[in-house]
């Protein structure tokens, strides 16, 4: 059945922490950089304080970006989802036969080709595993930012993000050690499931267990606009204090090797486009709504950038150029989502019931 045309709503807006996600993320980095050159036995200190290769700190600072993201996740809704399963086949496809093997194709193509003059090789394998990282774990948090900017259905949205998840658990693992062996870095079975199950499982366990029990004890509305609504923020609070830890570690990089950055983020702006693209143009082939087209499209052109982050520092090390290239992830990915934003409420008229 076509929907009536929407009347057209206000345009609306991203939240100011949000929306100037890179300048904090810039300043931190920055921060980072001077604490590490200035006062070097801040991240002496910090190095001291680790298990089994994970920093304690830093596993703190992963919990408060993991957690709040896991406690909305609704199990119930994810029945529905049989009623609508082209907006799920678009992003189940694009997400898990498509992107990560796309992401390893573009950081070889220009990290390992066409700049392999500017990079050394040890830092070319490094730059391309952050890039499998990224390429293989699909976006959670914000995406809700971004259905919301495009109208999208929540709740479709939810359950889009809800599935993504509970296959990112299964597949992630296998999925980085095959790509991680064809940039011929050997990393333990054990070493990738560890970081699943102490960023993923754990975490999505607590959000389960906390999520029925307050729901139970307080109701959804205090729920959804108080606990949610006080969590709202540890997800990006989290983040950047583990920045400013991870770039005291990386500042001798970054001020031996400022271009770096650039060389890198340009194949991750590259295959941004690209899998939004071939989301959003196979939705729209499809013919599906755009409340969910736009939304299928976001969760594949963007990253779960917290839990590439996490398991990058897992595997590598805070000093990795792994982990390097999983936060020019974030640098990158907030503008040009925002882009991506703007491209979809233009063409809304590209898709059924949208005048």
Partial sequence: MVEKPKAKEPEKEIGIFEKYLTLWVGACIIAGVIIGR?????????SQWEYAQVSIPVAVLIWFMIYPMMVEIDFSSIVDAGKRPKGLTVTLVTNWLIKPFTMFFFAWLFLKVIFAPFISEGLIQQYIAGAILLGSAPCTAMVFVWSYLTDGDPGYTLIQVSINDLVLIFAYAPLVMFLLGLSELTVPWDTILLSVILYIVIPLAAGYISRKYLLNKKGKEWFKNVFLAKLSNFTITGLLLTLVILFS???DVIINNPFHILLIAIPLTIQTFFIFTIAYGWAKIWKLEHSV???AAMIGASNFFELAVATAISLFG?????????????LVEVPVMLGLVAVAN???????GQG
Avoid: D, E, K, Y
């Fill in 38 to 46: 200035i006062w070097p036995a801040f991240p002496n200190t910090l």
């Fill in 249 to 251: 570690f990386q500042g």
């Fill in 293 to 295: 087209a736009a939304p």
């Fill in 318 to 330: 805070l000093s990795s150029g792994a982990a390097l290239a999983t936060v020019v992830g974030v």
């Fill in 346 to 352: 233009r063409t809304r008229h590209w898709f059924p």
